[in-house]
């Protein structure tokens, strides 16, 4: 199937704190991910992607994981500060007969951060 | 360069109307995608277009359709509407080609409202 699900609806940290949201997803076929971040009123905001040649990826603060062996890949936000607030969603990036792509999104973390 | 633009931002409805939203992409992009959000169901798949052409569609009725202007600009359509219509209707757009995955950039979105 292309399901992609998250482990857990909400996550509270301390601000300073580093943060884990984590995605499973079940197509072994899948080779591209994308981690979005969506704040309330506004569309998903690209955060960083993953191909499946690679296991770990670094950003400005932000680190994905990949575990093909288990169909699961985390973010990993560094020194979670208040602007980090939002809902996380990890989406795989299938590639459909014709050349055509299509985003397949988890359910979605809530991130909140405590002051 | 300016983002993904979508208009209107908000739209109320009567069930059994018809609906119009628009998206202009970030220029240069030729690839148009367009996504349902709701809180029970998520972000899903509506259909994407490439040059002109549309190249996947998701599991919507024949109510929902879009299409892609030689500028790129999409729209897409929701005939007689209905009260689970009501979304968060987003486009992205995405520089990749045929076959190509790359990340998608999304725009604010058109809340829609059915009553």
Redesign the interface.
Known sequence: GESVGLHLPTLSVQEGDNSIINCAYSNSASDYFIWYKQESGKGPQFIIDIRSNMDKRQGQRVTVLLNKTVKHLSLQIAATQPGDSAVYFCAENALLTGGGNKLTFGTGTQLKVEL | KAG?T?TPRYLIKTRGQQVTLSCSPISGHR?V?W?QQTPGQ??Q?LF?Y?SETQ??K?NFPGRFSGRQFSNSRSEMNVSTLELGDSALY?C?S?P?G??I?T???????TRLTVV
């Open positions: 993904v979508q690839s995608s996504y998520g972000l798949f994407e490439f190249r996947n998701g987003l992205a995405s990749r045929f076959g995955r990340e998608a950039f999304f725009g604010q979105g």
